[in-house]
């Protein structure tokens, strides 16, 4: 099995002004080719210590990744190092990088200046790999290979530098992983993921547990939990090109999580929904409280969504409840905000405002202040409106205010998918 | 000026299962000490590796700081490695930490077992702080002293063992800073961030580049770019305690970037444009369409934004446009949704709509699909409606539907900032 190294390079993540979420990302990219990631490691905007952190990792590690330390500022020393740990020469322009600065900086209508074109530069003895979403190029040191060889001749690994920007990063894992796949024999490997919501990490493994030690032993089982989209169940079989063997282990799991399980793929709860909606032909619309947009902001993160998602209300104030979602004003008297006959009111104004076929509200209270004994932090009630009816649902979590506005926004879509289901 | 590493145990981190937030926050409390982080790891639950990495740590670094691999399952692995590093003989049972592990299960209404019991175990060699948020002991060797030397009598640091939790980790911090207060001699140093929007980190490097030059030895300046708050600065002091230094770098800065400094400490437009609403007892509301929520999102995550947000209206369909905020069918006809007079009347109609001083609204091309060669992907139209009047600006960006979504949001945030200044 491969190994490989993660290398963050960065003062912001030393300091702890960022928080380094790309390892992460690329751990699961390898994970899906069956490399194993053996160590991460930030270090800061220090030549010495990134020549000797790069010299240790590509003596130790048949894939080394970088993030950060290239950006056009003149903090970022990270290039120089890498000339001289690949015993390069000097630099030379990558044409491809080069045009893609221009588009990118004139698509934003900026000039391009030296500091800019700078970025295009790249040590001789490395590959480039465009980077299409940023200015920074993606760069390959073979260091395995006569041409990449440093000049110690005791490097053995690959090396790949990844810009720092989230985005940018993640969209340059995939031409990594072709790379990678194009130069090393993988093991076969074979992935299978499972969506559940609604049910805790710790509970889902005791209710599995029997199923889980049945597996065959070259049958991996991983749980990754996200407060978004539930815990993820990933199964990986090792050595094996046959897909009736994740199929037949699928085949136990499903009666054990039947209800708490949404898809048999990589997927979230908005994307899910949103094919439901499109198969059923039906439209939906929102009226969000507590949740303060973040349903909406779910929805409509999905590409296509305008063909079922009509809109929403965030009525914060009890004045949006009353006069734009037409919520009774003695309901909100007698019940108070936070309440089922507020969330169905809501759910079936913004249904009649928008015209829509099903809809969904929120009502609660997401902290740090404003509880009380009976309706304490973390309280949510969450409305779904559909031909059928309208169908209220009590939740309480115990998060701080981020993480309880997710943890509401989530659970509402799952019980709007359930009743979607219904129709 | 001493200095650290952060390690962290575990096979959730090394898979990307779970995302490393400990390390942040350790190293910004080792930070507001004048330590300097210079590396954080994270290793799987391999004995060996455990060993090798904390050995080399300790004869490196100052302070080492552990999260992680100390849970009542996994505990052997990693405290039986301290006990072979400290070279203690055994074991010792912690009475502060046992009282604990007794009350906060007994808070939960669970048993205690024997493998809770064993939670309080510590090597001989240790000395312990009590975890008051859970049954891990904080374990401190002091391997630069006599009594915690190692067999081999080569380290010299202080090793600390966080919890993996964060609540517990985070809570054990202020007690590991009293600890290393009362046994070091810290170095002083200030920090001061600056906060921009709307100029791109290379251009602001840019335009305060012979500022940035002429900075004093002892300071050093870092960009902390993101796409929702933008270009952050920020300056550190080293060995000095007057805050006059900073001051007098910031006098030279402010005039450079006038237009783009939006505040002069860590925050972001939410919070900022919620403390001027407060100021000046406004409020607002928000009418979005390609932002799809995000701007309400962004600005209910603010506690106590209550107080001066009203709401929103994602009018995601052409007919919530119309029939909810009650743009003329004509003007969606003759201009599109896309254009400055469809913004106009969405932030003006969301300002009848919900009664507030103020509104921001959006209008544009997220992506992937939709573009043209008039209004390609990427275009926004944004609104600001005040009591002065409606404006509309006109920006183009060039990111994946996402990160379209976040820079349209920001921008439209920056840009009612500004409306609202001017009130």
């Given at each position: 099995m491969l190994k490989a190294a993660i290398i963050t390079i960065g003062d912001e993540i030393l300091i702890g002004q960022v928080v380094d979420t790309n390892s992460s990302h690329i751990s699961r990219a390898l994970g899906t080719l069956g490399i194993k990631t053996e160590r991460m490691i930030?270090?800061?905007?220090?030549?010495?210590?990134?020549?000797?952190?790069?010299?240790?990792?590509?003596?130790?590690?048949?894939?080394?990744?970088?993030?950060?330390?290239?950006?056009?500022?003149?903090?970022?020393?990270?290039?120089?190092?890498?000339?001289?740990?690949?015993?390069?020469?000097?630099?030379?322009?990558?044409?491809?990088?080069?045009?893609?600065?221009?588009?990118?900086?004139?698509?934003?209508?900026?000039?391009?200046?030296?500091?800019?074109?700078?970025?295009?530069?790249?040590?001789?003895?490395?590959?480039?790999?465009?980077?299409?979403?940023?200015?920074?190029?993606?760069?390959?040191?073979?260091?395995?290979?006569?041409?990449?060889?440093?000049?110690?001749?005791?490097?053995?690994?690959?090396?790949?530098?990844?810009?720092?920007?989230?985005?940018?990063?993640?969209?340059?894992?995939?031409?990594?992983?072709?790379?990678?796949?194009?130069?090393y024999p993988l093991d076969r490997i074979q992935h299978k993921t499972v969506m559940t919501y609604g049910i805790a990490e710790s509970a889902l493994a005791q209710r599995i547990a029997g199923w889980e030690d049945a597996l065959p032993d070259n049958v991996h089982l991983a749980y990754l939990p996200n407060p978004l989209t539930g815990v993820r169940l990933r199964l990986s079989a090792y050595g094996c090109d046959d897909p009736v063997l994740l199929e037949d282990c699928l085949k136990g799991l499903r009666p054990l999580i039947n209800e708490y399980l949404y898809a048999e793929e990589d997927t979230d709860l908005p994307t899910v929904i949103g094919t439901l909606l499109k198969q059923k032909g039906l439209t939906m619309s929102a009226a969000e409280s507590c949740t303060g947009g973040t349903i909406s902001q779910l929805m409509t993160s999905v590409p296509g969504c305008s063909e079922y998602y009509l809109g929403s209300v965030t009525s914060y104030a009890n004045s949006v409840k009353e006069n734009v979602l037409h919520v009774p004003a003695d309901i909100i008297e007698q019940y108070g905000a936070v309440s089922s006959d507020c969330v169905a009111q809501m759910a079936e104004g913004v249904r009649r405002l928008t015209g829509s076929d099903v809809s969904v509200a929120t009502s609660g209270i997401a902290g740090p202040g404003g509880g009380t004994p009976d309706k304490p932090v973390g309280l949510v009630w969450i409305g779904v409106s559909t031909p059928l009816g309208t169908q209220t649902f009590r939740h309480i979590f115990k998060n701080d205010r981020a993480h309880n506005i997710e943890r509401f926004a989530a659970t509402a879509l799952n019980h709007l998918r359930q009743e979607i289901l219904a129709l």
């Open positions: 930030s270090i800061g905007d220090d030549a010495q210590t990134i020549y000797d952190t790069l010299d240790a990792a590509i003596q130790t590690y048949d894939i080394v990744l970088t993030t950060g330390g290239l950006g056009p500022t003149k903090d970022d020393i990270t290039k120089e190092v890498l000339r001289r740990l690949s015993g390069s020469d000097g630099y030379k322009e990558d044409q491809g990088q080069l045009a893609m600065v221009y588009e990118i900086l004139h698509a934003r209508g900026l000039d391009v200046l030296e500091i800019n074109k700078a970025q295009a530069l790249v040590p001789d003895k490395c590959e480039v790999i465009v980077n299409k979403r940023g200015t920074a190029p993606i760069m390959v040191f073979r260091f395995g290979s006569e041409n990449g060889a440093s000049p110690q001749g005791k490097g053995r690994g690959t090396l790949y530098t990844l810009p720092g920007v989230p985005h940018e990063a993640l969209a340059a894992l995939e031409d990594i992983q072709n790379d990678i796949r194009a130069h």
